[in-house]
């Protein structure tokens, strides 16, 4: 199966690495990711989610330096997927959040989207969040997929809470989080 990218983008470190983090910022104490899931049943024709950044450190991140992976399963799906961002305050708004897909080798996500951020993002002062980024997940022919097998859904999670099955990265360093 393949896969495609709506925006290039880099780092983000090994989709198999077993570094793992803990609640209350991960292994660097930088970044806290909070999620929210879209969209609800089992079954969709596309994953819809929220996810923001907070900055839990001392020093201000530049968001260029942050990645953010979803962890999913691809169901099957025949066509490439496509990641659309709806909305983002961040400043450039979704033209500012880059999106990649990877392929994984775990039994709850054989693949991930990866968001970015383009140096138009700007910045994270301490304690400050990126703001709501509202993202949709679907492949081209808008094939089914079951959102309750996959690593990064909870269905139960509708407010942006920390949720750690959603990973983030600083510089392709694992920050926050524990991949599947």
Do not use: K
Not at 22 to 34: A, I, R, S, V
Not at 55 to 64: P, Q, V, Y
Not at 153 to 167: G, K, M, R, S, Y
Request: with cysteine; aromatic share 10%.
């Amino acid at each position: 199966m393949s896969s495609t990218s709506s925006t290039a983008t880099g780092g983000g470190g090994s989709p198999t690495s077993t570094t793992t983090a803990t609640t209350g910022g991960g292994p660097t104490g930088e970044l806290e990711l909070h999620y929210a899931a879209r969209e609800g049943a089992a079954s969709v024709q596309g994953l819809s989610f929220r996810v923001q950044v907070r900055n839990t450190g001392d020093e201000t991140i530049t968001l260029s330096d942050v990645t953010i992976r979803y962890w999913f399963t691809g169901d099957g799906a025949t066509s490439p997927f496509v990641g659309a961002c709806d909305f983002t305050p961040i400043p450039g708004g979704c033209t500012s959040v880059t999106r990649t897909f990877g392929e994984a080798s775990a039994a709850e996500a054989d693949r991930y989207l990866e968001l970015g951020f383009t140096s138009a993002a700007g910045t994270l002062a301490p304690g400050a969040t990126s703001g709501e980024v509202q993202i949709r997940v679907y492949s081209e022919r808008y094939e089914s997929m079951m959102q309750t097998n996959d690593y990064s859904f909870d269905a139960t999670l509708t407010a942006l809470t920390p949720w750690e099955q959603v990973t983030g990265y600083r510089d392709g360093v694992l920050a926050w989080g524990e991949e599947p």
